[in-house]
Nanobody, 123 residues
Framework: QLQASGGGLVQAGGSLRLSCAAS????????LGWFRQAPGKEREFVAV????????SYSDSVKGRFTISRDDSKNTVYLQMNSLKPEDTAVYFCAAAWKTIRTMRNAPVYAYWGQGTQVTVSS
């Protein structure tokens, strides 16, 4: 089970840090990703960190502003979001995909999903 937290309301230019804690299984063998879904839009890829922590990837829309990290000792993945924009407003979901998966930007390959946390950025 994945439990996302840390969302909230923030002004444009502000920062938030999302956390996603896993329970019931260790995350060390999983790629961990963040996706988001805005009202009326499809779920989109935001960021992913490989199972080893040695590789990260970001969508073009958040590159340079967001940072994904993981702490396997705490069974948790984080998403540090800086310089937030109103267009970042969405429900953010964390997800886990088995380490052998190659196409880490694709939502269907993720086996486990958190419940989502709302991020609202006001202008």
């Amino acid at each position: 089970q994945l439990q996302a937290s840390g969302g909230g309301l923030v002004q444009a230019g502000g920062s938030l840090r999302l956390s996603c804690a896993a329970s019931g299984r260790t995350i060390s063998s999983y790629h961990l990703g963040w996706f988001r879904q805005a009202p009326g839009k499809e779920r989109e890829f935001v960021a992913v960190i490989s199972w080893s922590g040695g590789s990260t990837s970001y969508s073009d829309s958040v590159k340079g502003r967001f940072t994904i990290s993981r702490d396997d000792s705490k069974n948790t993945v984080y998403l540090q979001m800086n310089s937030l924009k109103p267009e970042d407003t969405a429900v953010y979901f964390c997800a886990a995909a088995w380490k052998t998966i190659r196409t880490m930007r694709n939502a269907p390959v993720y086996a486990y999903w958190g419940q989502g946390t709302q991020v609202t950025v006001s202008s």
